[in-house]
């Protein structure tokens, strides 16, 4: 069973920047989407980004401008590159990889950003 794991969570200020890394155990993205999702406290999780087997990315609109997904295949890894963040980016941030109909197969443990001043 492939595992996700994510890293670089923390606290930031309002307009910084944090990186997210999803570590797969396996060559995966080949075989699957990958996505990030967040979930707030007191809210549902909701899809932040993808990037598609072939490269394709999708944004939030949340999140357009200011975010961008990325993989590097050798490693296995794909990341979070989050700029500008806001309060409201507050959430934890987990890593998926999932069917090209939007079906999360694997997900990692999560990650926590924190916005604050």
């Known amino acids: 069973q492939v595992q996700l794991v994510e890293s670089g969570g923390g606290l930031v200020q309002p307009g910084g920047s944090l990186r997210l890394s999803c570590a797969a155990s396996?060559?995966?993205?080949?075989?699957?989407?990958m996505g990030w999702y967040r979930q707030a406290p007191g809210k549902e999780r909701e899809l932040v980004a993808t990037?598609?087997?072939?490269?394709?990315?999708y944004y939030a609109d949340f999140v357009k401008g200011r975010f961008a997904i990325s993989t590097d295949i050798a490693k296995n890894t794909v990341y979070l590159q989050m700029n500008s963040l806001k309060p409201e980016d507050t959430a934890v941030y987990y890593c998926?990889?999932?069917?090209?109909?939007?079906?999360?197969?694997?997900w990692g443990q999560g990650t926590l950003v924190t916005v604050s001043l």
């Open positions: 990037c598609t087997s072939g490269g394709t990315t």
């Open positions: 998926a990889a999932q069917s090209v109909s939007g079906y999360v197969e694997i």
């Open positions: 396996g060559s995966i993205f080949s075989i699957y989407d």
